[in-house]
């Protein structure tokens, strides 16, 4: 019903973001979404939350994995953790990787339809790396020291930052490098706090760092 208004009001949006999606049904939703409301002019970014750890979250079954790989399609911007990218790509998963195969796993999803994509939370030793595929760019790695032990929620705070600066004109990779830096600046603080791991990260707390130029 929501979406039936805002056609009738006759919305536009500068981006469309996506995050956890519950079921099948749901992803169709935002399917249909996309669809009346992608201009040539906004941007679609797709975070792919289906799994971390090598595996897809107990509620992402075959046929949800299935349709979250046809709503990719429509992502100008996709940002999935390593276990996402192994999921969407048919890759078997496995905690070692070269860069080789992260740019092979980037390359796979570009032909999918993405023009833009950070594979995130590689671990490389004490580092943690993102993966920064652009369409005609060389693409990049940038690497960060690993801090902690990793928090849920960090990667909605990786979208929602990508997301924001895709809208504002900003660099893509200039944005990876901004989001990467300032979740360890979450997790740093949440560490400093002693907050539960099951709380996640208290970004608030540095939310004031996160400068906007």
């Given amino acids: 019903p929501s979406i039936n208004e805002w056609k009738k009001l006759g919305l536009e949006f500068s981006g469309i973001c996506t995050g956890f999606l519950g079921s099948a049904r749901q992803i169709a939703i935002v399917s249909d979404f996309i669809r009346d409301f992608k201009r040539p002019d906004n941007l679609v970014i797709i975070d792919p939350v289906m799994g971390d750890y090598g595996k897809p979250y107990p509620t992402y079954t075959e046929e949800m994995c299935g349709e979250m790989k046809k709503l990719v399609e429509f992502a100008d911007i996709l940002t999935p953790n390593v276990t996402e990218a192994c999921v969407l790509t048919d890759t078997p998963y496995k905690e070692k990787w070269k860069i080789e195969e992260i740019q092979e796993m980037a390359e796979k999803i570009h032909k999918m339809g993405p023009k833009k994509i950070a594979i995130t939370g590689i671990v490389q030793g004490g580092f943690i790396a993102n993966f920064c595929y652009e369409e005609g760019q060389q693409p990049k790695v940038l ?9 849920s ?3 909605d705070i990786f979208a929602s930052i990508i997301a924001a600066d895709a809208v504002n004109g900003v660099p893509f990779y200039k944005s990876v490098k901004k989001a990467s830096d300032f979740i360890k600046k979450c997790i740093i603080r949440s560490q400093e706090l002693d907050i539960p791991l099951t709380d996640g990260v208290c970004f608030e707390e540095v939310l004031g760092k996160l400068k906007t130029d």
């Fill in 153 to 155: 929620g960090t990667g």
């Fill in 143 to 151: 690497r960060t020291h690993k801090e902690g032990t990793q928090r």
